[in-house]
T-cell receptor
Framework: DGGITQSPKYLFRKEGQNVTLSCEQNLNHDAMYWYRQDPGQGLRLIYYSQIVNDFQKGDIAEGYSVSREKKESFPLTVTSAQKNPTAFYLC????????????FGQGTRLTVV | AQTVTQSQPEMSVQEAETVTLSCTYDTSESDYYLFWYKQPPSRQMILVIRQEAYKQQNATENRFSVNFQKAAKSFSLKISDSQLGDAAMYFCASKLYNNNDMRFGAGTRLTVKP
């Protein structure tokens, strides 16, 4: 089955620790995205990548880092510099160009205590 | 850059009635796509409908249709014959053709009353 897999579904970390959220897709999509969802603020773009070894900052990139070494994978690291990291994180992918919509993973709920 | 604005945090509709959710967007690009996504309590994002900016005809998918006003940069979603299963968060989104930058609005929580 083709799709996007985010793991884990729930993640707990102590304050001050870096944590990496996994996102893998087997849809052969070029573009991948990370969004953060907080109540009342919708989905805010953290980073997106159009192609391997390339990525662009979104609206709230501070305190986050990404890599895109493989087409299938786009991990997100939440660093200790992120002031309020507790949130729901969604990964998405799309083919890009003329094919339009993004497909989403099931999300990771990160709680920092 | 692009922004998407949904001005209705919450809406409610009676079952079998019609409801319209509002969305405005702002972009300087000429080639883009617009979407409505539904997020039920499971939090899985589901595509409801898409609209290509170059198409004048409004998109329709069964009970869901849009009113796309390009000059006004408005993209509203109409849900006809509302069903209990339509209750969810609805997000409007825009995606640029040239670089795949995709942004979402803050969402509208739709309640369907039996």
């Amino acid at each position: 089955d083709g799709g996007i897999t985010q793991s884990p579904k729930y993640l707990f970390r102590k304050e001050g620790q870096n944590v990496t959220l996994s996102c893998e897709q087997n849809l052969n999509h070029d573009a991948m995205y990370w969004y953060r969802q907080d109540p009342g603020q919708g989905l805010r773009l953290i980073y997106y990548s159009q192609i391997v070894n390339d990525f662009q900052k979104g609206d709230i990139a501070e305190g986050y880092s990404v890599s895109r070494e493989k087409k299938e994978s786009f991990p997100l690291t939440v660093t200790s510099a992120q002031k309020n990291p507790t949130a729901f994180y969604l990964c998405a992918s799309s083919i890009g160009g003329l094919v339009t919509e993004a497909f989403f993973g099931q999300g990771t709920r990160l709680t920092v205590v | 850059a692009q922004t998407v604005t949904q001005s209705q945090p919450e809406m409610s509709v009676q079952e079998a009635e019609t409801v319209t959710l509002s969305c405005t967007y702002d972009t300087s690009e000429s080639d883009y796509y617009l979407f409505w996504y539904k997020q039920p309590p499971s939090r899985q994002m589901i595509l409801v409908i898409r609209q290509e900016a170059y198409k004048q005809q409004n998109a329709t998918e069964n009970r869901f249709s849009v009113n796309f006003q390009k000059a006004a940069k408005s993209f509203s979603l109409k849900i006809s014959d509302s069903q209990l299963g339509d209750a969810a968060m609805y997000f409007c989104a825009s995606k640029l053709y040239n670089n795949n930058d995709m942004r979402f609005g803050a969402g509208t929580r739709l309640t369907v009353k039996p």
